[in-house]
């Protein structure tokens, strides 16, 4: 049987490495799913930073799976994969980019990596998100949650990436998710300015295709004052 840390790039999956690391515990292989122009950029640099902690001090790597979530949305606007909200009406899009952008990705690379081999799939879910623990939807891959089994939240979780003398990683969804709260999008806007062109570009090419096909428009980056949901990723492959 393979054991593999799905890293996230967030709070709890940062801790659950640490404590992998610190404990020894038999990981085979830790898997990253990167989604390029669509992460978040402060995502993007703490992994590369956490990259170089596993590389210099435990000797381990992260193994990188890539998908182009913001190029395959500008190549194909009428794909919406994202739940956009509505520009001028109340609608939300349907949800289909956690699974096939992160859980599907990861699925096959396992079925790859490890042809034939049941694969504990280790998930960085705090006890006090336990409510967003699934089952897995792949025969062989089963899910754990050693964070839930030790009873550690998302605080704790902190304070051990902390104690490992690392910076606590920002929010690690994609930039312009739609479950974002304003204030996190517009903070990482404001520190990557280009992100604000971006979404400018994304958001003019679906709605054109919306517009052609009768469709209400999208807004890509959100004014309104929603509150942000906390369990709005599918099994735990976001926001950790």
Known sequence: MAT????????QSTALVVLAMRERW??????????LDAESPATREYVARFREWLRRDHGR????????LYGDMLARPGFTPVPWRGKRREFMLKRQCTR?????????YLYDRYPGDCIRLMLGISVDEYHRMRDSSAARIDHVY???DRRLTRWQCREIVERAGLAVPWKSSCWFCPFRSVVSQWALVQRYPDLAGMARVLEDRIN???RSRGKDEIVVLRTDGVEEQGDFCEAGFCDV
Not at 4 to 11: A, D, E, P, Q, T
Not at 26 to 35: K, S
């Open 208 to 210: 054109a295709d919306r």
């Open 26 to 35: 038999p990981i085979d292989e830790v898997v990253h799913v990167d989604l």
């Open 61 to 68: 790597d992260i193994t990188i799976i890539e998908r182009d």
């Open 100 to 108: 096939e952008y992160k859980v599907q990705p990861l699925q096959r």
């Open 4 to 11: 593999v840390i799905s890293y996230g790039g967030g709070i």
């Open 146 to 148: 050693p964070l839930v």
